[in-house]
């Protein structure tokens, strides 16, 4: 039976699964003495996102970006230190570890290494099992991880193996199957395919699809590589210094990046044809990451960025929605059209420090590398 789904202005359903408010969560850095200014690692710096049911989101950046500090935070293993995160409209951003018990069940989280992330010296049956006492599945124990060995493609005889005795790919089923245990809504998955061979890392994002569609799960996939992240992603976030600066339906952002960062992001993708690679233009970031405990004033991207000016090294820009969902946090747009510009309006989900003016024109790509002048 299909049911009519109540939708906003984006044509996003109502009711949204995972909501982040203005998420913020600093560091503070040891050292300093009395009267001294203390000092913060902005980690993840008022970052809004939503997320409804059965959607995939892709989460990706460069390292030290603050990818998996987000996703540490939406599970709550680190409490947030500022704005609101919401999980079926409750908030829990400051939920006591008693209260949160209930939603641990429905929000779950693989690793990007299974090998560090699995007990050593417990056997399959006990890591995968560990979780049940909180569901029904706790009265047929052994039943129920020999169920979910075989949902995830492994032998259900191997419920007495240590995880040393497995491959890094089957380890990472052993991950998978041990956040299934609890039949989560959500499942965030934190790079979970980066340190696997390039052939086991199809396997389990086809095993990741399968799931989804047979058990109607919610991912967040954060990930480096932008190529797994277009194959399993309905939107993308593209996150830079603690800030998100651009998200888009997936096709779009690859079809259409608007965010100088992403431009670059997508840039360093390798193409296997090695003719194709050399006559294609690569606009990659300049420079290194600026310091998190002093990230730039303005647009934070604006060191590195070969379109810079005046006015994104003084004035942070807003996430700009352009027709069709696409969001972008830049002053010079790039793949934009006059159309695109008239039909734009401030995001409600940029943040509390960012300008009020939109963009009134496309960026143009520079024919250099280096930094532009105003």
């Known amino acids: 039976m299909t049911t009519a789904v109540a939708t906003d202005g984006s044509g996003a359903p109502a009711g949204p699964l995972l909501e982040l408010e203005h998420l913020q969560m600093l560091f503070p850095v040891r050292g300093g003495g009395p009267g001294r200014t203390k000092l913060y690692v902005h980690a993840v710096d008022d970052v809004s996102l939503s ?24 599970t709550r293993l680190v409490k947030p230190t500022g704005g609101h995160l919401r999980f079926r409209g409750d908030d829990i951003t400051t939920t006591g570890p008693r209260a949160m018990r ?26 995968v099992g560990a979780g049940l006492h909180l569901t029904s599945g706790g009265a047929n124990r052994e039943t129920r991880v020999r169920e979910l060995l075989r949902q995830v493609g492994l032998n259900p005889e191997h419920i007495n193996r240590f995880p040393h005795e497995f491959s890094g790919g089957q380890r990472q089923r052993v991950g998978v199957a041990r956040a299934l245990a609890v039949e989560p809504a959500l499942i965030v998955l934190d790079e979970p395919v980066s340190a696997l061979d390039v052939s086991i890392q199809a396997q389990v994002v086809n095993l990741l699809g399968d799931l989804q569609r047979t058990l109607g799960l919610s991912y967040i996939f954060v990930a480096h590589d932008l190529s797994v992240v277009r194959h399993v992603s309905n939107r993308i976030a593209v996150m830079y210094l603690g800030k998100l600066v651009e998200v888009s339906p997936a096709e779009e952002l690859y079809r259409k990046p608007i965010h100088p960062y992403t431009v670059s992001l997508l840039g360093a993708i390798p193409i296997p044809d090695p003719t194709l690679s050399r006559e294609r233009t690569r606009r990659t970031a300049k420079g290194e990451l600026p310091s998190p405990i002093h990230p730039p004033t303005g647009c934070r991207f604006n060191t590195r960025c070969p379109v810079a000016t005046d006015v994104c090294r003084e004035v942070e820009p807003p996430l700009t929605l352009y027709p069709g969902g696409h969001q972008a946090a830049c002053h010079h747009p790039l793949n934009v059209t006059a159309g695109d510009l008239t039909g734009a309006v401030r995001s409600v989900q940029s943040p509390l420090s960012s300008g009020f003016d939109l963009p009134t024109e496309a960026g143009v790509e520079p024919s250099g590398d280096g930094p532009a002048t105003a």
């Open 51 to 74: 997320l409804t049911d059965g959607e995939t989101l892709g989460l990706v950046g460069e390292s030290g970006c603050g990818k998996t500090t987000l996703a540490r935070c939406i």
């Open 102 to 127: 209930r939603y641990r069940t429905s929000m779950q989280m693989v690793f990007q290494d299974p090998q560090a992330s699995l007990n050593p010296r417990k056997r399959v049956g006990q890591i």
